[in-house]
C-alpha cells in the first residue's frame, strides 16, 4: 500500500507515532537499520534527527509524495487546533471555579 492510499492519511487520522512511522517507513521506530539518504527527494522516510520518536520526512514533495504531505500536514495542523482548545477550555473552567 502506497502512503498517499493508507487509510490513515485518506480519512486525516493521525495513529500513534510509532504506527504512522511504521506504516510509512516498513521499520519501528525505536529499530531502523536501513542505510537511507536523507538527501532524496520526493520520499517518504524517518526524520534523520528524530525517527526514533516517530517522526517523518519529505524533501521536496513532488508526484510521488506532495497528497501525502498535505494531508499529514492538515492532520498535524487539526490536532494541534485541538490541543489548542482543550488548553484554553480547561484555564477557562479553571478560572471560572475560583
Known amino acids: 500500500m502506497t502512503p498517499s ?3 490513515a492519511v485518506r480519512h ?4 500513534q507515532p510509532s ?3 511504521e ?3 516498513g521499520e519501528e521506530p525505536r529499530s531502523l537499520t536501513r542505510p537511507r ?3 532524496a527527494a520526493d520520499t517518504v522516510m524517518p526524520h534523520p534527527v528524530y525517527g ?8 521536496n514533495p ?3 509524495t506532495t497528497d501525502t504531505a498535505v494531508q499529514l500536514l492538515r492532520s498535524a495542523h487539526d490536532a494541534a ?3 489548542c482548545a482543550r488548553r484554553h477550555a480547561t484555564r477557562r473552567s479553571q478560572e471560572n471555579d475560583r
Open 37 to 39: 539518504d536523507y538527501a
Open 12 to 15: 486525516h487520522h493521525t495513529p
Open 62 to 64: 513532488g508526484e510521488r
Open 19 to 21: 504506527r504512522c512511522r
Open 81 to 83: 487546533r485541538a490541543r
Open 23 to 25: 506504516d510509512f517507513t
Open 5 to 7: 492510499h493508507h487509510p
Open 52 to 59: 526514533a520518536l516517530g517522526w517523518i520526512s519529505v524533501i
